[in-house]
């Protein structure tokens, strides 16, 4: 077995022998993990993708006269001050006040990587030791006394992919989801992936010293969501220190904005066992596909899945062939894993072991909630329907005699077929050609479950711009309907 000052001596010395976790699959599948262990000192790895839980501390120096910062904005991007007097931090996430999702914090990291200035606004309530009110200035990141990145969850594991049974467009953090299963996307490198090279966390812990966006930084702890096998990092680094190009800012279009952020972090092979774990595989890291179209916090697995399966840009659902695309980069990812192998090789990175190990077991725990309220303990139960044959006059006096404003259309078995709303009589009936319900109904219908959170219907009616919405069960037979008057009456109790 080796150690790691042992591996850092001969990186000194030049003569460490460094390779790729791309790399290593093959030494070991030629040499076996024990010939592989004597032969390999360090597999580098590498991984790029979009890491919302991203940002950077700011220290930007004091003004004259000083200013105790209440809110401050970075090109009208608002910054976290409850720290100290000019100490901020701006999450990537966070979004322009003018710009929308066009512009967010991970613009103005990138901003001020590329060598741009950007506007700092401040506001202050104003004290004796901090008497300023208010100031706008251009600074760079030469001006800051500090910028320390510090990431609160990065490098996932390995991530659940996702799709849509839904029958519209959805536009997620896992970007954009066609309708009726139209897409998967996922994200991750898998192989290339840190912790899969590294699944029992022996030499990636507290105080690991990695590759982050271009510089020199550390492991400081288990990321938050930390639940292996989706183990997550947080990380720190010197913005200053940095690359763009290894920093991204990027939009979700319909979600808001992110950052792709590039890490690798380097394995030193202390034996055999590491030298196994360093030769997995994409068809050996498997993960889920989970159904977005389902707006619960526990979405359905449509089905269990390999990287191997995602990275062949097809994988087959209820029988069907369905396009997969990844949302993390490849590309750079193994260009990451060959710069830390480089640098390693000429003598610029050492490695360092955890002072401190993560969590190889830990539960993900939902969030604790009073109450959750479902629409079925709001809808009007049961519903006042028709059948397709009803004349509109019919249904007119249905509106008017139950105070009513819409109408599910059923069949004989009381499934649902459709709608009418008292508009849509009031403009038949105004025209004088239709006869019957059927001839004005809107036939696809946006609906709701019983067990959905009024949350969630409050959502669709929001959307779609309608005012009720036919509680429907599996088959699609009505139980009720839930309108945006229940809604209101239930948040004012």
Avoid at 283 to 292: E, K, L, N, S
Avoid at 323 to 346: C, D, F, G, N, W
Avoid at 415 to 426: E, K, M, P, Q
Wanted: glycine share 8%; charged share 25%; aromatic share 6%.
């Amino acid at each position: 077995m080796k150690t790691v000052e042992e591996i850092n001596k001969k990186i000194a010395e030049g003569s460490a022998n460094i390779v790729t976790a791309l790399e290593m699959k093959e030494i070991v599948r030629e040499l076996g993990p024990e010939k592989a262990a004597e032969e390999v000192d360090v597999v580098t790895t590498g991984t790029f993708g979009a890491m919302c839980s991203s940002g950077v501390f700011f220290n930007f120096g004091h003004s004259d006269p000083p200013i105790k910062m209440q809110r401050v904005w970075l090109n009208d991007v608002e910054a976290y001050t409850g720290v100290a007097a000019v100490d901020a931090y701006l999450g990537v996430t966070q979004l322009s006040e003018t710009l929308g999702m066009e512009y967010g914090g991970g613009h103005v990291i990138e901003d001020l990587l590329r060598g741009k200035e950007v506007e700092l606004r401040a506001t202050a309530y104003g004290t004796d030791c901090y008497p300023r009110k208010e100031i706008v200035t251009e600074i760079s990141l030469d001006d800051v006394n500090q910028a320390i990145m510090v990431n609160p969850r990065n490098a996932y594991q390995r991530y659940r992919a996702a799709t849509n049974s839904s029958d519209r467009i959805l536009k997620t953090y896992m970007g954009t989801l066609l309708p009726n299963f139209g897409n998967v996307t996922y994200a991750g490198v898998g192989e290339l992936s840190p912790l899969n090279n590294d699944p029992e966390y022996r030499t990636i812990g507290i105080g690991t010293r990695i590759f982050l966006g271009g510089a020199k930084g550390y492991v400081i702890g288990e990321g938050t969501q930390h639940a292996p096998p989706f183990g997550t990092l947080m990380v720190q680094g010197n913005l200053k220190e940095m690359d763009a190009e290894y920093m991204r800012a990027a939009t979700f279009p319909g979600y808001g904005t992110t950052l792709f952020v590039g890490m690798g972090i380097p394995i030193p092979i202390l034996d055999a066992e590491m030298a196994k774990a360093t030769a997995v595989t994409d068809d050996q890291i498997d993960t889920v596909i989970i159904d977005f179209g389902v707006p619960r916090r526990d979405r359905p697995v449509i089905r269990k899945v390999t990287y191997a399966e995602l990275k062949s840009g097809k994988v087959e659902i209820n029988g069907e062939e369905v396009r997969v695309s990844p949302l993390s980069s490849y590309y750079m990812a193994r260009k990451i894993a060959e710069e830390l192998k480089r640098q390693i090789e000429r003598g610029e990175f050492f490695l360092s072991m955890p002072a401190e190990s993560i969590p190889t077991k830990q539960v993900f725990k939902p969030m604790r909630q009073k109450e959750i309220k479902v629409v079925k303990s709001v809808m009007s139960s049961p519903a006042i329907t028709v059948k397709p044959n009803e004349t509109i006059e019919s249904a007119s006096r249905i509106l008017i005699e139950n105070g009513i404003n819409h109408l599910p259309v059923v069949d004989e078995q009381g499934r649902l077929v459709g709608i009418v709303t008292s508009w849509d009589i009031a403009k038949a009936v105004a025209v004088g050609k239709a006869r019957t319900v059927e001839e004005i109904m809107t036939r696809k219908v946006i609906t709701a479950s019983p067990d959905d959170p009024i949350e969630i219907a409050a959502r669709k009616m929001d959307a779609n711009k309608i005012s009720a919405l036919p509680v429907v069960d599996a088959k699609g037979k009505v139980l009720g309907v839930v309108s945006s008057e229940d809604l209101s009456k239930l948040l004012a109790r």
